[in-house]
């Protein structure tokens, strides 16, 4: 039997605004994500999927409902938890090197430890000889990459990843996804994956959730039946793919009157 690694149940969101009226963001979310699952969450802009991701992380509240992680509520006990978020985050006057060591550091790792980490992380991700260098002086892409090393720098047991790759040129992006799916695969982490490409969440998810217009639910949980390992390129000619990119596509403009669920 599977472990599921993080369930939200009967989850439901209000923003309050000054007026005091209220905007329902979310609608009774049910969803259940299996250990080592990668999940990509897809949805017409402005559908509540940040918001969503949010609860899912223990950054946001609901206004109705809860969050379990491996069973228990996300807010009691402390969780290893990677968050990489849509816009630039490392700090720009730390060296890239502290930027990556930001956690163990707040987490009181000895200095002496937490380097020599960091060094083992930077060569494996593509960042060795950087280490001395600022944000500024790195690539988009080679920052994005030592952002998503700050988060595995802790150990995370679960990663939430907000469109990481927006900005980015398609050849960076393509490399990034390629090094996500690397990363996944080894480290055997729980991905939840917020993109508005569905092709990138054709190309490496698990399974998709496609979620309504605003007040947003789960319109379909689709298993995404393409074989490991994947390259994220060359996935995207094979005819299964674009069938599936056709079918999400038309359920998120809402051309398709019935929707059906492959997922059991």
């Not at 963001?25 to 299996?34: H, Q």
């Not at 920052?143 to 790759?165: N, Q, S």
């Amino acid at each position: 039997m599977e472990q599921i690694k993080l369930s939200l149940r009967n989850v439901t969101h209000y923003y309050e605004a000054v007026d005091g009226s209220r905007l329902q963001a979310l609608d009774n979310i049910n969803l259940e994500i299996k250990k080592g699952e990668f999940v990509a969450i897809v949805g017409a802009s402005g559908c509540g999927k940040t918001t969503m991701l949010n609860i899912m992380s223990g950054i946001l509240k609901p206004s109705q409902g809860e969050v379990l992680l491996d069973g228990r509520p996300i807010s009691q006990g402390r969780h290893r938890i990677g968050y990489i978020s849509q816009t630039e985050t490392l700090l720009p006057w730390r060296k890239v090197i502290d930027n990556i060591m930001l956690g163990p550091e707040l987490d009181g790792v000895p200095k002496k430890e937490r380097y020599q980490c960091a060094k083992e992380i930077m060569a494996s991700g593509g960042l060795e000889g950087f280490e001395r260098k600022y944000p500024f002086e790195l690539s988009g892409g080679m920052r994005k990459r030592a952002i998503i090393l700050r988060a595995l720098a802790h150990d995370p047991e679960i990663i939430f990843m907000d469109e990481p790759f927006g900005p980015l040129d398609v050849f960076t992006r393509e490399a990034l996804q390629q090094e996500i799916l690397r990363i996944w695969n080894e480290k055997k982490l729980t991905v939840v994956y917020i993109s508005h490409d569905i092709a990138e969440a054709i190309s490496l998810a698990d399974r998709i959730i496609v979620m309504s217009k605003r007040p947003s639910s789960v319109q379909a949980k689709i298993s995404v039946q393409l074989p490991r390992p994947r390259n994220v390129v060359e996935i995207r000619y094979e005819e299964k793919f674009i069938e599936l990119e056709r079918k999400i596509g038309s359920m998120i403009r809402g051309t398709k009157p019935e929707v059906q669920s492959n997922d059991k």
